[in-house]
């Protein structure tokens, strides 16, 4: 697992909001900054609307305290280079895609990364936000680093089946088919966390608290712990076929109001 980490070079990861860089990929950043490696994250948003409170968390507020838990976050796993790009939270897919794309071109030039790290086309949980970054994460590495590695974040319906118990309790994928599902087989990366590194990915989403108190209180320590302990990866180029068919894009009515978890 190490090794694997390790062969990635220098990572870039693309994300929306801060939490995802570490529910999807705290163990493989942490691994990565290990070995010697360079990570950069980038995220589009402060996730300023990413409460069901918004008259106790304004999004004003929100951003503030989400940017200081996301420096502490990715303190412990060791990552120093984060850029933000302070796009609207729940209006990604409305801003001028050229803008998004053209500012990741310049980090991409900047950072040079060996692997770019972003949602798949479905976004994991279907987030339209999440569907906007990896649309423009990919359009940015076809622009300025073609040669570089493109994985997108997903699951297995083995990963699903296990934790169906807890899906049944949250309310965060958008429409039936989410996540898209990769066969084992096909994964470029499939990460089971254990010891020290689950123990840090679990303080690394703490530091997050206003997104992953409440989940961590309802779940309990070790349950979140374990649940959270997988990261799976696929090249982009085999993100294909019938099992990434199945899901289709979706926005709630009441977007404004969902507290998006992933
Ligand atoms: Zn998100």
Redesign the pocket.
């Known amino acids: 697992m190490r090794h694997e980490v390790s062969e990635l070079g220098t990572v870039l990861g693309v994300w ?2 801060p ?2 860089e570490v529910y999807l990929s705290a163990g493989l950043m942490a691994l990565a900054r290990d070995a010697g490696r360079r990570v950069v994250c980038v995220t589009a948003t402060l996730g300023e609307r990413g409460t069901g409170d918004p008259a106790q968390w304004p999004p004003a507020r929100l951003a503030a305290v989400r940017a200081h838990e996301q420096r502490a976050s990715l303190a412990v796993l060791g990552v120093t280079e984060h850029h933000v790009l302070g796009l609207p939270d729940g209006d990604c897919a409305e801003h001028p895609a050229d803008d998004a794309v053209a500012r990741l071109v310049a980090i991409i030039e900047q950072v040079r990364p060996d692997t770019i790290l972003t949602f798949g086309p479905d976004g994991f949980t279907g ?1 339209a ?2 569907q906007a970054v990896s649309r423009w994460a990919t359009a940015a590495r076809a622009l300025a680093a073609p040669e570089a590695r493109l994985l997108y974040a997903t699951t297995t319906d083995d990963f699903l089946h296990r934790w169906q118990h807890v899906y049944d309790r949250l309310d965060v994928f958008l429409a039936d088919g989410l996540p898209a599902r990769t066969p084992p087989e096909l994964l470029s990366l499939h990460l089971a966390l254990d010891g020290e590194l689950a123990d840090r990915k679990l303080v690394a989403l703490r530091a997050q608290a206003t997104q992953t108190a409440a989940l961590v209180a309802m779940l309990g320590e070790q349950t979140m712990r374990d649940w959270c302990a997988t990261e799976a990866f696929v090249d982009a180029a085999h993100a294909t076929g019938r099992a990434w068919a199945t899901w289709r894009p979706a926005v709630p009515a009441d977007y404004a109001a969902w507290d ?1 978890q ?1």
């Open positions: 929306a909001h939490d995802d987030h936000d999440h998006h992933c």
